[in-house]
């Protein structure tokens, strides 16, 4: 079985500041890794994924992760956020051979200030 | 834009009523899911269903059912609906195959008296 750990619920930054949301995983088998953002009244929309091949994947919109093995961890970043990240950010794993039991972490909150 | 549609949005019900909480999408998609989420919890998986006349129970165990007679429709009943179940309930969709993002509704937001 696969689980997923967001150590923060919450990350406040001020705007144009870097920011690192933090996820780590726990499977015995090979993973897909997944962020998805929630903005506030809608549904959760994908922003990144990591399947195989190179362990740094971007969004479109300035994100990015890095999936480390051995650290078990899958952590995303912006160099610089804009108030409107403001958003619910969730990290998610499958078992690569099983993907219809997409496991969820708790979310993190990250909350832009000008 | 949403492909996928929840409805209601908002319901404020009484204990023991009935409920029903409709998905539609319009991709073409033939997996559905619905999740339930709490504040500050992980999103539990509590059904999914892999097409037409396919429903199975999620990791989550719940009181609620599901039905599956068109492809675009997938819609989450309650048969006497409890304090218990106040919660927010996410549909998605997805293509079958390894790679396939889920889709999600906006959610619907039950709340029981």
């Known amino acids: 079985a696969q689980s997923v750990t967001q150590l923060d619920s919450q990350v406040p930054v001020f705007e144009e500041a870097p920011v690192e949301l933090r996820c780590n995983y726990s499977s015995s088998v090979s993973v897909y890794l997944f962020w998805y953002v929630q903005y506030p009244n809608q549904g959760l929309q994908l922003l990144l994924k990591?399947?195989?091949?190179?362990?740094l994947v971007e969004s479109i919109n300035g994100f990015e992760a890095e999936f480390n093995k051995s650290q078990t961890s899958f952590h995303l970043r912006k160099p610089s956020v804009h108030i409107s990240d403001t958003a619910e950010y969730f990290c998610a794993v499958s078992a690569s051979y099983n993907t219809d039991k997409l496991i969820f972490g708790t979310g993190t909150r990250l909350q832009v200030f000008p | 834009e949403a492909d996928i549609y929840q409805t209601p949005r908002y319901l404020v019900i009484g204990t023991g009523k009935k409920i029903t909480l409709e998905c539609s999408q319009t991709?073409?998609?033939?997996?559905m899911y619905w999740y339930q989420q709490d504040p500050g919890m992980e999103l539990h998986l509590i059904h999914y269903s892999y097409g037409v006349n396919s429903t199975e129970k999620g990791d989550l165990s719940s009181e609620s059912t599901v039905s599956r007679i068109r492809t675009e429709h997938f819609p989450l009943t309650l048969e006497s609906a409890r304090p218990s179940h106040t919660s927010q309930y996410l549909c998605a969709s997805s293509w079958t195959g390894l790679n396939s993002p889920l889709h999600f509704g906006n959610g619907t937001r039950l709340t029981v008296t």
């Open positions: 990591y399947l195989s091949g190179s362990t």
């Open positions: 991709m073409g998609h033939d997996k």
